[in-house]
């Protein structure tokens, strides 16, 4: 078996490929224990590649899963094979576990304190009033659409969402292996920038579940602070530049709709 590791935001992307079964545990379960006690406890295992999988390794799942939520972390498992699919079916499994058709949407099942989106101006405050998500996955991109900083995308929340920009916050985590976080507070002021070109992912309330819209564009407006935990917030606007005509013309009228809604409701003043 062959197992692939990558990371976004604070979650542990592991890839299984092949078979997993009490052969080649040992091996494997040692790594992914030294990960979780060096902190990796919010692990994702995508296992749309693994073929096989005994009953040895399925009682691991489960210790994993039980170390990462005494830790404060968890386990979710995403595009399971048909096979495995089959045999968590068969157990009950499905019941244990998180199961989720993407890595992004593995990913945002982790983020608890994700609150709703919201209309306003650059400097409106979080609504939590309305239902939605406000996760957006962002990377650093250069004028051809390259990664600057790795592929893997980091993970900011919405505040507010206007035609034709979106304002969201960012935790700057703390320097670390470059590997796994190459944008932190030692580089982030030459990282993040206005000007800087951004590529982005979000879902937005009331659309499609599994729908995702892909924006990209160029850095607005950046500040940073402290915040209640003492750890570095950003807050970024940017401004989107290429986006699909339907994901405009949704995005548009999302947008619309809201204003129209505060305004029957006579709240024009109020959040909404």
Not at 71 to 93: A, E, N
Not at 194 to 220: C, E, N, W
Not at 223 to 232: D, I, L, V
Request: net charge negative.
């Amino acid at each position: 078996m062959k197992v692939e590791r990558k990371r976004w935001d604070d979650v542990t992307i592991l890839n299984f490929i092949g078979e997993f079964d009490a052969f080649n545990l040992p091996s494997f379960s040692e790594k992914i224990d030294g990960m979780i006690e060096q902190g990796d406890t919010k692990m994702l295992f995508n296992l749309r590649l693994l073929t096989f999988i005994n009953s040895s390794a399925l009682g691991y799942l489960l210790k994993v899963k039980k170390r990462c939520q005494e830790l404060g972390g968890d386990l979710v498992l995403v595009q399971p094979s048909k096979f495995i699919k089959k045999t968590l079916l068969t157990l009950g499994l499905q019941e244990v576990f998180g199961i989720y058709d993407s890595d992004e949407d593995g990913v945002l099942s982790f983020q608890q304190d994700v609150v709703t989106m919201k209309l306003g101006g650059k400097d409106a405050a979080v609504d939590e009033k309305l239902a939605g998500t406000n996760a957006i996955m962002f990377r650093v991109v250069d004028e051809e659409g390259n990664d600057l900083f790795g592929h893997n995308p980091q993970i900011g929340r919405i505040t507010s969402l206007e035609d034709g920009t979106v304002h969201f916050k960012w935790q700057v985590p703390a320097p670390g292996p470059r590997h796994l976080v190459p944008i932190s507070t030692e580089n982030f002021s030459s990282a993040v920038h206005p000007g800087t070109r951004m590529k982005a992912k979000f879902r937005q309330p009331f659309a499609r579940k599994s729908h995702y819209f892909d924006i990209g564009g160029l850095v607005s407006r950046v500040t940073s602070g402290q915040n209640e935990e003492g750890a570095t917030e950003a807050q970024v606007s940017m401004d989107w530049q290429e986006v699909s005509d339907d994901d405009r013309a949704a995005l548009s009228g999302y947008i619309a709709d809201m204003k129209k809604f505060k305004d029957v409701l006579g709240k024009s003043g109020e959040q909404v």
